[in-house]
């Protein structure tokens, strides 16, 4: 039997609301990253057609310019469209404990929200007051680890269901 290649997937878009106020900051070189949690809600009907709700937390770290745009957009209850990879990583907590988190790491985010000052002194700039629209910023490390052909395919592909 051929020896079969198991294709390397690793692709998730999830939307919901921020849990909290996200928590920005720098690495030790200045790359910003932004980390922060929203809450998926999924609504269905049970064995009784009773209408429920299921809501699932996912935690979301993004880096660099999309860091940097997740900083003036986002606060807690915003609604968010992601689009990127799970990540994975273990650490110990401080009863020493290894503890294994699963997050997304941020692609592209879609801002669902119109925008609105974060603080007073950003009311009057001309970008808060016509930037009514939802917004799509990427992040464009993902590009350094793609061969040449994948970033031609990427390219080439519409960004179907991300566009409002």
Known sequence: MADLKMPEINSVIVAGNLTRDPIF???????????????SNRKYRDANNLWQEEVCYVGVVAWNKLADSCMNRLKKGSAVLIDGELQSHIFKNDDGMSRNIVEIKARRIQFLNKRVPLDNSQANTASVQHDDESCIVEDD???????????????????????G
């Open 141 to 163: 490390s993902f590009d350094k680890f793609l061969t040449s052909e994948e970033s031609q395919l990427l390219k080439e592909q519409p960004t179907q269901g991300l566009e």
């Open 25 to 39: 900051r720098q690495t030790t070189n200045g790359t910003p990253v932004v980390n922060f949690s929203i809450a």
